[in-house]
């Protein structure tokens, strides 16, 4: 059995168990700020060691341009996720062990606009470009992505309360890209094959992605239980 699904499996045990534990201690509310951006979410706790989640956080697009040999560069980040979290207190206490899963989008897109009289290097191939010219790629995580972390808080305790969270969202990225026409004609020109060298580019971006095994979490927050 894969990773993922040995992690999807374990999720939805757990969820079931809390789903079959003793009645309704607590529910709340949350609100938090991490490396997932803003999160707002509902907690159901069903015994001292056992609870669920739904959330739902957001990063708004984040946006940066600069310029680098002649090539103005612009990026852009936003990301869109919600999540079903089963959570494990193994000691009755604010300590507590999660698993879930979280669907949604987390993306960075990223153009190149060469100026006039600049040349640019795809894969093996150098052209001089105009403004028309682009290139630009997108690096994307799974839609669905398998989630196991550690945390602090939403134990049944009712009123103000603090909580935290430490976790992976695992997934690898995927990387993709395009080029403008204009830039393809030059490349095919000079005798390449415009596809050809986009992807050995693309590559060499997914030799590194390849080593990252997912999205990191770190966030706190504030909740009210009742």
């Known amino acids: 059995m894969s990773r993922s699904r040995l992690i999807v499996h374990t999720s939805a045990a757990l969820v079931a168990a809390a ?47 600069f310029e680098q040999d002649g090539i103005d560069y612009s990026g852009e980040i936003k990301s869109t996720r919600f999540a079903a979290l089963a959570d494990w207190h193994p000691f009755s206490g604010v300590f507590r062990l999660s698993a879930g899963l979280s669907g949604g989008k987390t993306s ?67 990387v993709t890209g395009s080029l403008s026409p204009s830039l393809s004609a030059k490349i095919a020109a000079t005798g390449g094959d415009p596809q050809a060298e986009l992807e050995r580019e693309l590559q060499t971006v997914r030799d590194t992605t390849a080593k990252v095994v997912g999205l990191p979490v770190l966030s706190v927050g504030v909740s009210y239980r009742w």
Do not use: C, N
């Open 108 to 174: 960075g897109s990223f153009a190149g606009a060469p100026s006039t009289g600049t040349s640019i290097t795809i894969g093996g191939t150098t052209v001089g470009v105009g403004p028309a010219d682009r290139y630009d790629s997108t690096i994307e995580f799974p839609s669905a992505m398998p989630y196991l972390g550690l945390g602090w808080g939403h134990t049944p305790a009712k009123g103000w309360g603090a909580q935290a969270d430490v976790g992976l969202l695992i997934g690898t990225p995927k």
């Open 19 to 65: 789903f079959a534990a003793a009645p309704v201690a607590a529910q709340s509310i949350y609100a938090g700020l991490g490396t997932t951006g803003a999160t707002l979410g509902y907690a159901h706790a069903y015994s001292p060691q056992l609870g669920a989640r739904a959330e739902v956080s957001l990063v708004p697009t984040l946006s940066r341009s």
